[in-house]
């Protein structure tokens, strides 16, 4: 998918519809499950299930629609990302301090029982492969450098240049840098099992 494509499907997603709102998660779901498998560690993932944080991630994003101020693709998997960066950091957060109130622990179905149905098969879709496990598992064993450049690039889509002011190095240092995780990525995806 072009991102014009993805530019005329966000449109149609914020006039309501579900359709296009479900092919962009379905264009997004993957890569935002392995993103959020990255982020998470072993040890929160060992409590909580990463499609667990992306359903409460896609949630959020499907009711805050209209707060988005972006106009792509790019910008929407950037929007994204960070929602979902922030689901992460409330687990962590959660668990280290060992609590739990069993009172404000709220089913996500307490809602709007159609929005939630509608996040879950878009969820379903997303996401049912093996292969975002696999990508997360892959991008976690690369180096942090390596990791930062595909999760930039890749995942949020951000231009060279803008990955070059993030990482603090030149755009052509940045496209040799990608060049080499994706071969790093290549490898250890084929050891993965």
Same mark, same amino acid.
């Given at each position: @998918? +072009?991102? *014009?494509?993805?530019?005329?499907? /966000?449109?149609?997603?914020?006039?309501?519809? #579900?359709?296009?709102?479900?092919?962009?998660?379905? #264009?997004?779901?993957?890569?935002?499950?392995?993103? !959020?498998? @990255?982020?998470?560690?072993?040890?929160?993932?060992?409590?909580?299930?990463? $499609?667990? !944080?992306? &359903?409460?991630?896609? /949630?959020?994003? =499907?009711?805050?629609?209209? &707060? =988005?101020?972006?106009?792509?693709?790019?910008?929407?998997?950037?929007?994204?990302? %960070?929602?979902?960066?922030?689901?992460?950091?409330? &687990?962590?957060? =959660?668990?280290? %301090?060992?609590?739990?109130?069993?009172?404000?622990?709220?089913? !996500?179905?307490?809602?709007?029982? *159609?929005?939630?149905?509608?996040?879950?098969?878009?969820l379903s879709a997303a996401v049912v492969s093996e292969e975002a496990e696999r990508l997360g598992a892959? /991008?976690?064993?690369l180096d942090a450098d390596h990791r930062e450049v595909i999760v930039l690039r890749k995942l949020e889509e951000l231009s060279f240049k803008e990955v070059s002011a993030r990482m603090g190095r030149s755009?052509?240092?940045? $496209?040799?840098?990608?060049?080499?995780? @994706?071969?790093? /990525? +290549?490898? $250890?995806?084929?050891?993965?099992?």
């Amino acid at each position: @998918m +072009t991102r *014009e494509e993805s530019t005329v499907l /966000l449109r149609e997603a914020r006039q309501g519809s #579900r359709e296009a709102l479900g092919e962009l998660y379905s #264009r997004y779901g993957a890569r935002l499950l392995a993103f !959020i498998r @990255m982020r998470m560690g072993r040890d929160l993932r060992a409590r909580v299930e990463s $499609r667990d !944080i992306l &359903q409460a991630a896609l /949630l959020k994003s =499907f009711q805050r629609l209209s &707060q =988005f101020e972006g106009g792509d693709g790019a910008t929407l998997m950037g929007w994204l990302i %960070r929602i979902a960066e922030n689901e992460v950091r409330d &687990q962590v957060d =959660f668990h280290h %301090r060992r609590r739990r109130d069993v009172k404000a622990a709220v089913p !996500i179905d307490a809602g709007d029982v *159609e929005i939630a149905a509608h996040v879950r098969s878009a969820l379903s879709a997303a996401v049912v492969s093996e292969e975002a496990e696999r990508l997360g598992a892959a /991008l976690e064993a690369l180096d942090a450098d390596h990791r930062e450049v595909i999760v930039l690039r890749k995942l949020e889509e951000l231009s060279f240049k803008e990955v070059s002011a993030r990482m603090g190095r030149s755009e052509d240092a940045c $496209r040799m840098l990608l060049a080499r995780a @994706m071969a790093a /990525l +290549t490898l $250890r995806l084929k050891s993965v099992p």
